[in-house]
Nanobody
């Protein structure tokens, strides 16, 4: 089993910053991709950013220039630095990891429990 635990959400004013963290633990052999998704109230979950084990990154257009994703492979942890936050960034942010477990053959998707980010206007 693999667990993802997020932290760092909270309430911030427009233009402020937050840093989200997500630590993966359990029977992990390797983590191919770690990323962040978000779900605003009444909307579908959407992609925010992702980073491969080699450091390649991808961002949704809405976050380019404002968000920075990074990871520490030694700690199986991914970070999301969010700057210049807007009210439309308000959502529950979920960590995602594509993991090859110890003794396994395939890779599986795992999700964290989510952390609330609220940006006040």
């Amino acid at each position: 089993q693999v667990q993802l635990v997020e932290s760092g959400g909270g309430l911030v004013q427009t233009g402020g910053s937050l840093r989200l963290s997500c630590a993966a633990s359990g029977s992990i052999f390797s983590i191919k991709v770690m990323g962040w998704y978000r779900q605003a109230s009444g909307k579908q979950r959407e992609f925010v950013a992702a980073i491969t084990s080699g450091g390649s990154t991808d961002y949704a257009d809405s976050g380019k220039g404002r968000l920075t994703i990074s990871r520490d492979n030694t700690k199986n942890t991914v970070y999301l630095q969010m700057n210049s936050l807007k009210p439309e960034d308000t959502a529950v942010y979920y960590c995602n990891a594509v993991v090859e477990v110890v003794g396994g053959v395939y890779e599986y998707d795992y999700w964290g429990q989510g952390t609330q980010v609220t940006v006040s206007s």
